[in-house]
Each structure stands twice: as structure tokens, then as C-alpha cells.
């Protein structure tokens, strides 16, 4: 618990903190202080949102993750960050599904039951290239309870780096935003890069 900052910056959502971080992170640079009104992530620590009628708030250290990539037909690295989650998928019900997590839940479903906040890993959920419709729609009800871990076609696995790498393109996006088709992303952990308030 800490006194609330001055220079405090408010945004709605995890995907607005991912604009944010994406206009003014500096990986040299001190931790930048935000307070997100409706977050992910807040579920995941045990808190509703942050309150900023206190002049006292909760802050958390946490780890921002990297997605460097490169958009089919471009030859120009793009870089961007965020808190949340990422998803590369050629379609929701077929082929491969790569979740790429920095905490458990994605709207109601708890995708990465063992994630642990601001640990220096994030969570990697693959969904492998062989479920079926019928497999995947259990999943998917069974996220809500965080229960459809183990299965025998999700992978699971907290790595601080992960790559992925497609043979053919696939569609990536991050917070719920999409970014493109791409073959080829590098996901890196960068720990303690921001102060969440709360």
C-alpha cells in the first residue's frame, strides 16, 4: 500500500494500458506507473479494478511481455508490448491455437489456471492442430472453471521466451486487437517493467 502517485496514468482497459506501453515504455527506463479501471489482470491478483478516489493504493510490480514479428509479405520487424494476452490462430476451430498469457483469465474463461502474477515467466497454451470441433468446444466450456487442464492436445508450458514459427501464416492478435498475418514471432518476459495500481 503506497500513497498515490502524481504522475499517474489512467487508462480503461488492458488493451489501452497495451497503447500506452506501446507509446512510451522504455526498456532503460523506470517503470512506468499506470492504473487500469477494468482489467484481466485484476482477477488474477484478487482485486476489482483500480480505485482511484484513495489516496492510497494497492501497487504491484509486473512484467510486461515483447511480441517481436513480422507481417506476412513485409520485411519490416515490428515490435509491440503488452500485459495481457496474445492468440495466433488460422481459425478458432481448426488448425493450430497458440495463447500466449501474462495471467490466467481472458474475459470468463481461465485459460492459464497455474499462472502466477509478475513470476518472469508468462504462460504458453497450445491447442494442437488435431482437436476436433466437439474437443475444442468442451474446452472452452470446461475454461470457465479453469479445469480443462490436463488434456492430452493442450500443451501447456511457463517459459520466459517463447517462439513461434508457422509453416504457414497465421493470425495474430493482442488483447483482443488484430495485428495481422504472421509466420514467425519471438514473445520475450520483461520483468518489473511497470507499476500497476489499484
Known amino acids: 500500500s503506497v500513497a498515490r502517485p502524481d504522475k499517474l496514468q489512467l487508462v480503461a482497459d488492458d488493451r489501452e494500458a497495451g497503447t500506452y506501453l506501446n507509446q512510451h515504455l522504455s526498456v532503460a527506463g523506470p517503470p512506468l506507473e499506470i492504473a487500469i479501471l477494468k482489467s484481466n489482470i485484476s482477477r488474477t491478483l484478487g482485486v476489482t479494478g483500480a480505485d482511484i478516489k484513495n489516496s492510497e493504493m494497492l501497487r504491484t510490480e509486473f512484467d510486461v511481455v515483447e511480441a517481436t514479428f513480422e507481417l506476412e509479405n513485409s520485411k519490416v520487424r515490428e515490435r509491440r508490448y503488452f500485459l495481457g494476452h496474445a ?3 488460422s481459425k478458432w476451430f481448426r488448425g493450430e491455437t497458440v495463447g500466449v498469457l501474462n495471467s490466467s483469465f481472458v474475459g470468463r474463461r481461465d485459460w492459464a489456471p497455474r499462472s502466477h502474477p509478475n513470476d518472469g515467466k508468462f504462460d504458453v497454451i497450445e491447442l494442437d492442430s488435431s482437436m476436433s470441433i466437439r474437443q475444442r ?10 479445469s ?13 521466451e517463447f517462439v513461434f514459427s508457422g509453416e504457414r501464416s497465421a493470425s495474430m492478435s493482442i488483447e483482443g486487437v488484430r495485428i495481422g498475418a504472421i509466420r514467425h514471432c519471438v514473445f520475450k518476459v520483461l520483468p518489473d517493467a511497470v507499476n500497476l495500481y489499484w
Do not use: E
Open 87 to 89: 492468440f495466433i490462430r
Open 137 to 146: 468446444l468442451t474446452a472452452f466450456r470446461l475454461m470457465k472453471s479453469g
Open 148 to 160: 480443462h487442464l490436463p488434456h492430452p492436445k493442450i500443451r501447456y508450458t511457463q517459459v520466459p
